[in-house]
């Protein structure tokens, strides 16, 4: 059968087919960050401080949430890239199915479950009184919205197993350009408050994601569906849950930690919870090129394990590396340099000054840690994509103890410089776990790959 659009990653030089797979998937991620930038740009420019921080306040339990959801897809697709790399066509479409039928129940079913619990949840996290009725506003149309997210996610994670990083890219700055138009016109014309950022989120992803699921249908042959293949199987479903669950309990698990420094950024007011807002849409538009590699290691291992060439994978590692750090350096030094006017993309410097010295501390001391943030992306996802989601996932346990530990012990002892060391002690503990974790998994999968020949 023709493999229209897909692509091997199991042959050729592993640096180009690095730099290559990764570039459109780097603009892919730099148009889904810009959606959410211009979102939280034009609410702290046009509404204000304390919206800007009413929207920041809901992004830990957002990732709590959401990313419980993107860990799902993530792990749907590996199975998927593996059987492409093996050759195996009736098994990728059959997996295929599987991840199709229980992403929409457990995007429905974690929809309507997070949209009746969004308000408790903030209460809980200590969310400044003043800003509660809007980050319940806001936040309670993204959970709706959660099936709209999750078709994105799933259809593009499909699409990358298959050697397509091209394809989401295009949807997602098409998407981006919809966000964009939507929040001038629902915030600024149409005076609906954050409701209209959180709306403007929602239409853009659902358009992202009919976009992905029409390339599908039409132009990947393997993915035509026949009826054997919609058979539902319990043992087939289990395996997709085995791996799924686990990189979907990594991220919750993590972003419990984020959710613990939140609630204690929180107790320090208005003007702390708005510069950590600010900063960490910045940082998360720094960390756009470890996203990008990290999901290239994802296909780039699982193929490579399904072909069953294991030192590819670590000379496709080896080079993610070399790339990610010589960006990390230079991304440092762009912070250290323009950071404030940066951070006036957000708020008015002069108005708003404590906001801006927050803010400033904050992304530069995150900016200083980002090579521990770019091996815990790009490691972790190699050994996620030759299926070892179990053993990522106690990653993110190691996140999540060392926010909780900063949260608890650092931010009561010295206030706001404390809040700013939570995502550097979460990188490197996190990778003080991953380093020999990925030596063992190769130590493993050579063992049984001499087996298996030997036999």
């Not at 419980?68 to 199975?79: A, E, R, T, V, Y």
Request: proline share 4%; with cysteine; glycine share 8%.
């Amino acid at each position: 059968m023709p493999r229209t659009m897909t692509r091997d990653l199991t042959t050729g030089n592993p640096m180009k087919l690095v730099v290559s797979f990764a570039a459109p998937l780097l603009f892919g991620v730099l148009f889904q960050q810009l959606y959410s930038f211009v979102d939280t740009a034009i609410v702290g420019r046009y509404l204000g401080a304390s919206k800007l921080a009413a929207v920041g306040a809901t992004g830990s339990v957002n990732f709590l949430i959401i990313g419980l959801c993107l860990g799902f897809c993530s792990g749907f697709s590996i199975p998927i890239a593996q059987d492409f790399g093996a050759k195996n066509e009736p098994g990728l479409r059959r997996h295929v199915w599987h991840a199709v039928v229980l992403s929409a129940v457990i995007s429905v079913l974690l929809g309507l479950a997070a949209t009746l619990l969004c308000k408790p949840l903030l209460r809980l996290m200590n969310t400044p009184e003043e800003i509660l009725d809007a980050s319940a506003s806001y936040i309670r149309i993204i959970f709706a919205a959660i099936p709209c997210c999750v078709l994105y996610n799933m259809a593009s994670g499909i699409l990358r197993a298959l050697g397509d990083s091209k394809t989401p890219v295009f949807f997602l700055i098409l998407a981006s350009l919809v966000n964009i138009v939507l929040d001038l016109l629902l915030i600024i014309v149409f005076k609906m408050d954050v409701a209209g950022a959180a709306v403007a989120t929602a239409v853009s992803q659902l358009v992202s994601g009919i976009g992905c699921v029409i390339v599908m249908q039409r132009r990947f042959p393997i993915l035509r569906l026949q009826q054997e293949d919609k058979r539902l199987s319990l043992s087939t479903a289990g395996k997709m849950l085995g791996v799924g669950l686990p990189m979907g309990l990594q991220f919750s698990i993590t972003a419990i930690g984020s959710v613990m420094v939140q609630t204690s950024v929180n107790g320090l007011g208005v003007d702390a919870v708005a510069a950590v807002s600010a900063a960490s849409k910045l940082s998360a538009l720094f960390a756009c090129v470890f996203d990008a590699l990290a999901s290239t290691m994802a296909t780039f291992a699982g193929q490579n394990m399904g072909a069953r060439k294991l030192n590819r994978v670590n000379e496709g590692l080896r080079d993610a590396a070399i790339l990610g750090t010589g960006y990390c350096v230079l991304a440092f030094l762009v912070v250290l340099l323009f950071v404030r006017p940066l951070l006036g993309l957000f708020v008015d410097s002069q108005a708003e000054a404590a906001v801006t010295d927050m803010g400033a501390q904050f992304l530069t001391i995150n900016a200083a840690f980002y090579i521990p943030l770019l091996f815990v992306n790009i490691v972790r996802l190699s050994i996620q994509g030759m299926g070892y989601t179990r053993v990522a996932m106690l990653a993110g346990l190691f996140e999540m103890i060392a926010r909780t530990a900063v949260a608890v012990l650092l931010v009561p002892a010295v206030g706001f410089t404390g809040a700013c060391f939570a995502n550097p002690a979460a990188w490197v503990l996190a990778d003080l776990f991953l380093f020999p974790c990925y030596r063992r998994v190769m130590r493993a999968l050579r063992v049984k790959a001499g087996a298996v020949a030997e036999a």
